[in-house]
């Protein structure tokens, strides 16, 4: 039997003799990697990272993992493919190189970088140039709605105009479950001095400085100086989220003596080297020279922005980072890097960039001591509501919150394109061993608009849609975890049910985790 090497050199000379005189239309030359010894043929198939070629001698097979392959009919040689994505400043610098590098790591293509340029390549898809538009996120989606842009990065949802601007174009539903996708998270930071007395700020007062209600740190109990505060500029996905959670909640807007500045980063330098700056930053730029503040609720409750607290969206300053496609058929890696986003490895490169990635984490009720704190506010004084109240605790006492939050539009019962990719990446983590077994509690809760009583049966529904989507999405979980839905209404709020934010807040289904307890008796 003659080896590898030696059938690879005498049918490369064949071959050569054969196709020296007749031309073949989909001929490919195969060129070793270890050698100089090529072979040239009929492309017949490429199938399982192997070629498949026709030559004097017969078929010959060999492995692409060995051969450089050469001419129009090789995979991917033909396909050439250029797409741009237009994004927030903040992310086309911090995130998206990160998140390129990663898929092309983990599956192993050619990666070349030239400053915003970068060039993927591998065998079955050809080349992916993609380039880097660094824009605002408002400039972002103009540019995806006016072909400049394959995707648009922003730090925001579009609004409804710029919907309306994409239905026109032809580009469809900006918001279907094929088209937006979740990133990761950021939350928006209220940030002083490192040297400034104050530790937490509420967002009415918040509101009332940026506006120009309230210009001198006396009026808060500091130094008889003026606040001198600091803003991303109009457009930016910041200063949008900003504008809609705190200044338009209370109906007030960003006064003209606000320094106005191009991105997060600098409203974050400025803070810190201003002994009486104040302003809104990501959570990129948390640092020791800013101090961040915690956020007051105008019912008292306060809650610090951690990984958790953005995750669950019950930071009120939480954005979603958001990927936007133009809706055409995707080609080469495109598609590929776009699934890549919700793996583990990519969402571990959002953290790793310093956003919150999507992971699910565990939290016990501990550490959820805003949820005790605000139960015990309530009025207690029916009968009904202390016994939901001691159900719940006694629920969550030896329990772990998953950081999957599902939340809800007022009076709505059904999932967005987000909640139901977080209902998917959770039962794919549920199906570990380590699982197996588990009492889960989904827990519905509302806002306090209406009836208590319908709220609770509306928690409840809420509560049971998604248990029924995660075992739909997972059928084989049934067998392996027990699952009951609970609903409570509105007895533990994490907002202010005073404001628009809070009550989304409120609105939402928890999945809460504990081993089951078993009967030790002999």
Known sequence: MKTMSKLFTTAATCAVLATSQTAIADTVTLTSLT????????????????FTLGTSIGEVQ?????????????????????????????????????????????????????????????NEHGISNLTLK??????????????????????RRPTNAELRAANVAGLGDLLAADREHVVGYDGLLLVANQNSHMRAVSEKVAAQIFAGQITNWSQLGGPDADI?????????????????????????????????????????????????????????????????????????????????????????LTRPLYLYTNGEALEGQLQEFIEFIATPDAQEMVSASGFVGQTISEEELNDQGIRVASTLLLQQDDIQEIGSIRNMLGMLLAS???????????????????????????????????????????MGFSDSVGRSDLNQLLALQRAELVRSELLKAMPELKDRIKARSVGFGEISPL????????????????????????????
Do not use: H
């Open 35 to 50: 050698s100089s010894a090529s072979l040239t043929g009929e492309l017949l198939k490429y199938e399982n990272n192997y």
């Open 62 to 122: 060999i492995s692409a993992d060995l051969v450089a392959c050469e001419g129009a009919a090789c995979p991917g040689a033909q396909i050439t493919v250029e797409a741009a994505i237009a994004g927030d400043r903040m992310l086309m610098d911090m995130l998206i190189p990160n998140l390129i590098k990663a898929y092309s790591d983990s599956v192993e293509s050619g990666f070349e970088r030239t400053g915003s340029q970068f060039e993927l390549t591998s």
């Open 134 to 155: 660094p824009v605002d996120s408002a400039e972002a989606i103009k540019a995806m709605i006016n072909g400049q842009a394959t995707f648009a990065m922003t730090s």
């Open 228 to 316: 001198n505060v600091y803003a991303t500029k109009i457009g930016t996905g910041a200063r949008s989220l900003f504008d809609e959670l705190l200044m338009r909640s209370n109906r007030l807007s960003i006064a003209d003596r606000v320094t106005e500045l191009d991105d997060d980063g600098m409203v974050a330098a400025a803070v810190a080297s201003d002994p009486y700056g104040f302003g809104f930053t990501s959570t990129v730029y948390a640092s020791n020279e800013v101090k961040s503040l915690d956020i007051q609720g105008v019912c008292g409750l306060r809650t610090k922005a951690t990984a958790f607290s953005i995750k669950t969206g019950e930071y009120p």
């Open 400 to 442: 772990e919150r998953l950081s999957t939050t599902v939340r809800f539009s007022q009076g709505g019962n059904e999932l967005d394109s987000t909640a139901q990719a977080d209902v998917k990446r959770l039962a794919e983590k549920l199906t570990a061993a380590e699982f197996s077994g588990k009492q889960f509690y989904f």
């Open 495 to 522: 907002g202010c049910n005073e404001t628009r934010t809070g009550r989304s807040i409120n609105r939402r289904v928890e999945i809460w985790m504990q081993d089951i307890a078993t009967d030790n008796k002999v």
